[in-house]
């Protein structure tokens, strides 16, 4: 099968350059000519190649056959701008062939010659900038010596740098008149970037003999140069040093470095993976030959294979690794403002996004944004606003009465890991060894929503079907979330029953108060990937917020219209939020308005972070007061980040337009058209996992049940030992994905105890999913 992605290009054997020019007409095609001449002399045993991918000009004045003829090296241009262009991914990959082939054949060197300036288009139309950086290869920039070159020399600088490439030197001609040189080594040098300023090749010669001999003696005279010599034996030292730095990481790592939710006897040097880069969906990650971990170190194999990010680099990544649009909006945003001290003042980022998140958002209970940085934090933050307005309504004063105020929430829920939102979650592996924690809350149990050998079923917990009803099967997911029509079936009146006759018990048989229900709608992370029955969360909702003679003696007062009512309701979307299950926010598929949201995650794209912790003016209202400390004492030293908020701004835009541009449509096709005789799946219920691909392994013998519901692939596997979270049982299927024998590509992905979850980019190509469903299916059908 072939690669999903472009892998980049590392070898041992192989030293390999980018020629980038500033502009067009600076000379790349000459300084290509006096390398390639000058590495032929300090390697005399070795072979020096030229690549030009797509040439712009006529073939009797091609840019390959001047190296050629020039500096004797082999030379190959692998598309004539006049003829058929394949797509993008083809040339790069032919690229990546070429240089693998040159490994191949022994130690040398590679250099690849771009067209025109950083950000001249490709055939498709895509700066070069941004086609080439797959591949990643350190960069020769041959800057510009002409009138104005100083300017086009260091944007072409940034444009390379916010993107990720190492430029290792800078090389240009000396002019007299304009001293860019001078101007330019000491501004590279302070950016720890070697500048060479070298003679400038003779005036054209009216007879083409004249020409061609002038020329042979300049190449012939500037390559002995004592400072090309001494670029040359440095360009060496740091491929070596490059490739020595990889093979050490890992190791250095492992002594050093603590890492989160990781028991430490477990790993190992050889286990920890090295990234050397990202992109798209893809982490370009280290390996001895390139593609088999447990084979000898080789020279010819590339020492860098593509790792789908499997997790969404903890469900944060969507809209690709090293986005551009991201990176640029994230410079604009430090070179404007860096950060800002936000309290009592206001910044364009800051309310730009909080107006489009409200917008976006579209819940009409929503008013006011509140920045931190995380989504622990921001769930924190959203439990302080619950407690406070349900303590504000109803009189509570913890120091007289001495009763703790409590949440609700669901079974196998977590909503972080900083104090406050751990004590939200029941006691769990998560939590049983952190000695201040004290679990205040009560969690219900609950139907949960997977596919079983082809079926969807609604499956109350073992023991609990005389409160919730008997499982339920369903001919679609679509069947499963029309709330509206199974609310007139029998599980609605189980759900109301049970919800009703637990909240007496709590409150007035047992005298426990509570102050907020919180809910990670639709699909709890953390706990397992599990898809809780919609109808559920949804009933539970509608009880608590018609409850309030259960919370106060009280009659409910006239209240304006979208205030909370019974107890705020807490939506946890910081996983689930902003188009992971593809929509704006998964409380829509649960036909609710919370009160509070708590967006991360996906907030930025991925690339930065920062969380929105969005309220209802009710709640707002309960830190009105005549004291300071009836304010939300709650902040963060970034709080409202301009670089964040700008990013998210962003993302967010991006988000929403691709969806207004259908660029989803293919996936949703595969869900939503169907043929006459079956039932529909619906408008807004479809998965980035094709249905047939689900379908198949929910009837893997291995395999207990599926979910897949936007870009969230989650596979149960049977466990009979019932470990939960500290199962082992998904182990082996992380390893064969990570470990494919004889693939250049592989999976990297995390498991939830016995569970294994895949989760794809909002930007996610369909060959490369589908690609990944094969590996998979490879290993469990």
């Not at 990010?309 to 410079?331: C, E, F, I, V, Y």
């Not at 800002?340 to 364009?348: A, Q, R, S, T």
């Amino acid at each position: 099968m072939a690669a999903p992605s472009m892998g980049s290009a590392l070898w041992r054997s192989l030293r390999a350059y980018q020629v980038y020019g500033a502009n067009t007409d600076v000379g790349k095609t000459v300084m290509s000519t006096i390398l390639c001449k000058a590495m032929m002399r300090r390697f005399p045993d070795e072979k020096t190649w030229y690549i030009k991918p797509v040439s712009t000009g006529p073939q009797a004045e091609a840019d390959d056959r001047h190296v050629a003829r020039f500096s004797e090296s082999s030379t190959h241009c692998l598309f004539q701008f006049d003829q058929p262009i394949p797509p993008d991914s083809s040339i790069l990959q032919k690229i990546l062939s070429q240089l693998s082939s040159y490994a191949l054949t022994g130690r040398g060197t590679a250099f690849l010659e771009t067209a025109g300036g950083v950000h001249s288009p490709t055939p498709s139309g895509t700066s070069q900038a941004d086609f080439y950086r797959p591949l990643r290869l350190p960069v020769v920039l041959v800057a510009d010596h002409r009138l104005g070159g100083i300017s086009s020399s260091i944007s072409a600088f940034e444009s390379l740098h916010v993107r990720g490439y190492d430029i290792d030197f800078v090389l240009l001609f000396r002019d007299s008149r304009y001293q860019n040189d001078d101007y330019l080594s000491k501004y590279f040098q302070e950016h720890g970037i070697s500048t060479l300023s070298l003679p400038s090749p003779p005036a054209r010669r009216f007879h083409g003999q004249e020409d061609e001999e002038a020329m042979v003696e300049y190449y012939d005279r500037v390559t002995k140069l004592d400072e090309v010599g001494e670029m040359i034996s440095m360009s060496e030292a740091r491929h070596e040093a490059r490739v020595k730095s990889l093979e050490s990481m890992s190791s250095r790592a492992y002594k050093h470095i603590w890492y989160p939710f990781t028991q430490h006897r477990d790993i190992s040097p050889s286990s920890i993976m090295t990234v050397d880069s990202a992109h798209g969906d893809f982490f370009q990650t280290y390996r001895p030959d390139g593609l088999n971990p447990t084979a000898p170190p080789s020279k010819s194999s590339n020492l860098t294979r593509p790792t789908f990010d499997g997790s969404a680099s903890w469900w944060t990544q969507g809209l690709g690794h090293a986005n551009p649009k991201l990176s640029l909006s994230a410079a604009y945003a430090a070179g404007r403002y860096g950060h800002v001290m936000f309290p009592g003042g206001i910044h364009e980022p800051a309310l730009s996004l909080a107006e489009l998140l409200l917008h976006t958002l579209n819940n009409p209970r929503l008013q006011r944004v509140f920045y931190s940085d995380n989504g622990s934090s921001g769930m924190e933050i959203a439990i302080k606003m619950g407690l406070r307005a349900a303590a504000s309504r109803y009189g509570w004063d913890d120091e007289r009465n001495g009763k703790e105020v409590e949440i609700l929430g669901l079974k196998g829920s977590y909503h972080g890991d900083t104090l406050g939102a751990m004590d939200c979650s029941e006691p769990s592996a998560f939590n049983q060894k952190v000695q201040w924690y004290r679990g205040r809350g009560f969690w219900f149990d609950y139907p949960r929503v997977k596919m079983v050998k082809g079926i969807w079923v609604v499956q109350p917990p073992e023991g609990m079907e005389g409160e919730l009803g008997s499982e339920a099967t369903f001919a679609s997911l679509r069947e499963v979330f029309d709330i509206e029509s199974r609310k007139k079936g029998n599980n609605d009146a189980y759900y109301r029953k049970y919800i009703t006759n637990t909240l007496v018990k709590l409150i007035k048989d047992e005298g426990r108060r509570f102050g907020a229900l919180v809910i990670e709608p639709v699909v709890l992370g953390a706990g397992g990937m599990m898809l809780v029955d919609p109808l559920f969360q949804h009933t539970l909702v509608q009880v608590i917020r018609s409850a309030h003679c259960l919370f106060s003696p009280s009659p409910l007062p006239s209240l304006p219209p979208h205030t909370w009512t019974g107890l705020p309701i807490v939506a946890d979307e910081v996983f689930t939020g902003l188009y992971r299950l593809g929509r704006p926010t998964s409380s829509s598929f649960l036909a609710i308005h919370p009160d509070i949201s708590v967006h991360a995650k996906l907030l930025t794209g991925g690339l930065v972070p920062l969380c929105a912790t969005v309220a209802s003016e009710s709640v707002f209202e309960s830190f009105l007061g005549k004291e300071k400390s009836d304010a939300l004492l709650h902040g963060h030293s970034y709080t409202a980040h301009a670089v964040g908020c700008k990013v998210a701004e962003t993302a967010v835009k991006m988000m929403v337009g691709m969806e207004k541009k259908g660029a989803w449509e293919g996936f949703k096709k595969d869900w939503l058209d169907v043929p006459p005789h079956t039932s529909s799946t619906g408008p807004g219920i479809w998965s980035h996992w094709s249905r047939a691909f689900v379908n198949d392994l929910s009837y893997a013998e291995n395999v207990e049940g599926v979910i897949a519901i936007g870009s969230i692939l989650a596979i149960s596997l049977h466990d009979r030992t019932g470990a939960g979270y500290t199962s082992t049982a998904a182990n082996t299927l992380r390893e064969t994905l990570f470990n494919r024998s004889g693939a250049d590509w592989n999976v990297h992905s995390r498991v939830l105890g016995n569970v294994l979850y895949l989760m794809a980019s909002q930007t996610s190509k369909m060959e490369t999913l589908r690609s990944i469903e094969g590996a998979v299916r490879g290993a469990l059908l």
